[in-house]
């Protein structure tokens, strides 16, 4: 009965700790791999069935509630994997994508991990609403230096002063530590707007020098 109570919290350690094997600074890329792991609960479930099965033969009633609990629960946690990542994707080509729509040429080796904000209700305080929460992580640190060596000074800044009005609080929040900053409005087509514009889509970028990762957020002003 105890092994079945301690399932749960040593799949929870193990998910844990595999998800600690990635690089990982981000809340965003935190939560995509502890999600990423969750299926590790379903081998601990082994365990809660045994003491079920136990408590049935046994008839031991205490044996057969630890094991319905704790089996529940870790089959609870196993199905994040499936809906959890629902709303998450990978794919390098959205990327791409805004490199092209901004003219940027960022490094080569990377990935991203992007969380959609447009499926489902959002409810808002400043009628700012996101759509995309994305982290993408370079790993050259050749390629890394040749585009920090070649910022475009119209395009990116060492603070985000010009645009506090725009972006949401908690875009600024996220990214206080980082060292350079882009604003783009997709209606106007100019960098760093200094007033927020009803139904106008704009995209927040923020550079972090010392973990060489790019943060990247669309949102629209309501």
């Known amino acids: 009965m105890i092994a079945a109570v301690w399932s749960l919290i040593g799949s929870l350690l193990v998910m844990n700790g595999l998800s600690n094997t990635h690089p990982s600074s981000a809340t965003l890329?935190?939560?995509?791999?502890?999600?990423?792991?969750c299926w590790v609960a379903w081998l601990f479930m082994l365990i809660?069935?045994?003491c079920l099965v136990y408590g049935i033969l046994s008839k031991r009633k205490k044996n057969v509630a630890v094991?319905?609990?704790?089996?529940?629960l870790l089959l609870i946690v196993g199905c994040f994997y499936f809906v959890g990542l629902k709303q998450y994707a990978t794919d390098p080509a959205y990327l791409e994508g805004l490199e092209a729509e901004l003219g940027l040429s960022l490094p080569e080796e990377r990935s991203i991990i992007t969380e959609d904000w447009t499926?489902?209700?959002?409810t808002s305080s400043d009628d700012i609403y996101y759509k995309y929460d994305s982290v993408a992580r370079f790993y050259d640190a050749g390629?890394?230096?040749a585009f920090l060596s070649t910022l475009d000074a119209g395009k990116w800044h060492s603070e985000t002063e010009p645009f506090a009005g725009v972006i949401p609080l908690l875009a600024g929040l996220q990214t206080r530590?980082?060292?350079?900053?882009?604003?783009?409005?997709r209606e106007t087509k100019n960098f760093a707007e200094?007033?927020?514009m009803p139904r106008y889509n704009y995209i927040y970028m923020a550079w972090d020098t010392e973990e060489s990762v790019l943060h990247i957020m669309e949102f629209i002003q309501k």
């Open 29 to 37: 890329e935190s939560t995509y791999y502890l999600m990423h792991y």
């Open 48 to 50: 809660p069935v045994g």
């Open 119 to 122: 499926k489902g209700t959002q």
């Open 177 to 185: 530590d980082c060292a350079y900053f882009l604003l783009y409005c």
């Open 143 to 145: 390629e890394v230096s």
């Open 194 to 196: 200094t007033e927020a």
């Open 67 to 72: 094991g319905i609990v704790f089996a529940g």
